[in-house]
């Protein structure tokens, strides 16, 4: 990872932290204890994998940095509320998430449900009060709440919980994670990039190749961490998939089947990236930060 991509993503991150802060509620306002806890669940933690993607594709279509942020800070509401619910005892059942209590642990069950929802609405108010013109807008707003619903992320929960016990195939597996994670980061590239200059066709499929790859591999690469890691690195019960009998590229495929799978995908990543040369060099180096990341 050279120094120069590390400096942008920090600077990045620290950016996507001061706007979260801002489209977030004020802390001040009514009713208190839910919007406290919404800045719990969103601020102070997690790689801002998706914001990152937001705007290292919009950099390639000089998109203005405002519809950028919001764009981003909207994905990252919905990742957050997808984690809060997903943390819930009627789900996953985590106490721990980012290295902190999760959210119903903190408060309770009904305070964590409730964070979800508003963060999924707060979402949308933060991308259609961007400045640009509703025409613009519009499709974006369109695309995250299908990437967000039950053709997209809650689809793939969905299918998810009624795997448990039972022996999915690899394309089965697949396509849960293409719309469990893989929806969401996708609609992350393309956020960024419809945040700036109309996209050709051409565009939009190379993007969107590169953005399901990407979504893939770093599904494949979850379940390897989850089943090498200890608790204390990954900050939740490790290996909790397998012992919660989930199918995963690793009880289906093994350990150094599942690495070698998330490397073609990082490799296809960077194929689709070839027609926007060096400009789409954050793309690129995003996608060696997912498939190479620890946690
Ligand atoms: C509850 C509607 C609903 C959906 C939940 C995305 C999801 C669906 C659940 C998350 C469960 C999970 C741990 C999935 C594995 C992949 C994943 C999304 C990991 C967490 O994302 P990171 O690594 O987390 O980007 P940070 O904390 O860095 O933001």
């Known amino acids: 990872m050279s120094s120069q991509f590390q400096t942008w993503m920090k600077s990045i991150q620290a950016d996507v932290e001061v706007a979260l802060t801002n489209y977030l509620p004020a802390l001040n306002q009514e009713p208190q204890t839910l919007h406290e806890a919404m800045a719990y669940a969103v601020l102070d933690g997690g790689k801002r994998v998706r914001p990152l993607l937001v705007f290292a ?76 013109c509703a025409d613009h807008k519009l499709p974006m707003l369109q695309l995250l709440a299908q990437a967000s619903g039950s053709v997209g992320m809650c689809g793939g929960q969905a299918i998810d919980l009624a795997s448990v016990g039972k022996a999915l195939s690899l394309p089965e597996l697949e396509q849960m994670h293409r719309l469990k994670t893989g929806a969401l980061l996708r609609a992350s590239v393309l956020l960024g990039a419809m945040s700036g200059k109309r996209l050709t066709a051409e565009e939009i499929s190379a993007l969107d190749h590169y ?70 060099q954050h793309l690129h180096d995003l996608a060696d930060l997912i498939v190479q990341r620890k946690a």
């Open 211 to 280: 953005a399901r790859a990407i979504g893939l591999a770093f599904q494949v690469v979850d379940d390897v961490l989850d089943a090498t890691a200890d608790s204390a690195t990954l900050g939740k019960t490790a290996g909790k998939d397998a012992a919660d009998n989930k199918p995963t590229y690793v009880s289906l495929l093994g350990l150094e089947a599942s690495r070698q799978l998330a490397d073609q995908l990082c490799k296809d990543a960077h194929q689709a990236l070839s027609p926007f040369g060096e400009s789409a």
């Open 57 to 132: 594709a919009g950099k390639l279509f000089e998109a203005p940095t405002e519809l950028l942020s919001r764009a981003a800070c909207a994905v990252e509401m919905i990742h957050a509320y997808s984690l809060v619910h997903d943390d819930m005892p009627c789900m996953d059942d985590d106490a721990l998430r980012r290295g902190k209590p999760t959210v119903h642990k903190k408060y309770d069950e009904a305070t964590a449900l409730l964070v979800g929802d508003a963060l999924q609405a707060q979402a949308f108010l933060v991308l259609s009060e961007a400045q640009a």
